[in-house]
């Protein structure tokens, strides 16, 4: 009998961290180690920090707060964001946890939502480079979380998706299907988009802006070279671009040869 009809899985314990990874597998939460930068770390997006953080602060007490979308260019910070926001207001607001599941599961996503919706937290879903490679059935259960049937999205949950395209669609959309196919889908997983209340783009970083954020990560952890410019440029020129993530990069690599000490 217990084969046939095995015991309910234990309610998952929040209390032991604050982020977790769910396994839809097992309907585990594993947690995780707090993230380890700071989000005064994230040079170059203020703008988009601030519409981040106000939208997360309003959640996490309880006011009307939307969806989030964060779409743009790879490497420019949009999960980091996330990540960094939660870790700032953890302290302040106990109740807030951060849950991660991975792109490849959105099909998980409504009885996820289902079982978070009567607990007490509050929930960040975080879903990183989220798009829909399969067609339209992973847009229909994402729409049917976000909204969440007749028993309305649960208020206690806050879903956060990252994303390179606006629109969620994969490039080589119309070509692996027919055109009223091709046509169908691409409305469905458009109408996803809609869902969130809130897009925050994140265009691509200039010098001007890539130099700015290799001078404060070099002042904040007491990195000190000569040409420090020069030697940014440089590395930038040999990873064929850009963004936030390479400069962290050049930092590490710097920290490294000056036998410094940074979070990993």
């Known amino acids: 009998l217990e084969?046939?009809?095995?015991?309910?899985?234990?309610?998952?314990?929040?209390?032991?961290?604050?982020?977790f990874r769910h396994e839809p597998a097992t309907g585990a939460f594993a947690p995780a180690p707090d993230y380890p930068l700071s989000l005064d770390l994230l040079v170059g997006i203020d703008r988009q920090k601030a519409r981040f953080v106000e939208n997360l602060r309003r959640f996490a007490e309880g006011l009307p707060s939307n969806h989030v979308l964060l779409w743009g260019v790879r490497g420019t910070g949009k999960s980091s964001v996330t990540k960094a926001a939660f870790m700032a207001m953890a302290d302040t607001y106990p109740d807030l946890k951060l849950v991660e599941v991975d792109r490849d599961e959105v099909v998980a996503l409504p009885p996820l939502f289902d079982l978070?919706?009567?607990?007490?937290?509050?929930?960040?879903?975080?879903?990183?480079?989220?798009?829909?490679?399969?067609?339209?059935?992973?847009?229909?259960?994402?729409?049917?979380?976000?909204?969440?049937?007749?028993?309305?999205?649960?208020?206690?949950?806050?879903?956060?998706?990252?994303?390179?395209?606006?629109?969620?669609?994969?490039r080589d959309h119309a070509e692996r299907q027919g055109a009223i196919a091709a046509a169908e889908n691409a409305e469905e997983e458009m109408s996803v988009s809609d869902r969130f209340g809130l897009w925050i783009g994140f265009p691509p970083m200039d010098q001007a802006t890539y130099l700015q954020a290799i001078r404060s990560y070099a002042a904040r952890f007491e990195l000190d070279v000569a040409d420090l410019d020069r030697r940014a440029l440089?590395?930038?020129q040999m990873r064929g671009g850009r963004s936030g993530r390479v400069a962290w990069q050049f930092v590490r690599d710097l920290a490294g040869e000056l036998c410094a000490s940074l979070p990993s």
Do not use: I, Y
């Open 3 to 19: 084969r046939l009809a095995p015991p309910p899985p234990a309610a998952p314990d929040f209390s032991g961290a604050r982020l």
């Open 116 to 170: 978070l919706r009567a607990r007490s937290e509050r929930f960040v879903v975080l879903c990183d480079d989220l798009s829909f490679e399969d067609g339209a059935a992973a847009a229909k259960a994402l729409k049917s979380a976000l909204e969440g049937g007749v028993s309305g999205p649960p208020e206690n949950v806050l879903f956060v998706a990252t994303s390179n395209r606006r629109h969620l669609m994969p």
């Open 234 to 236: 440089q590395w930038s």
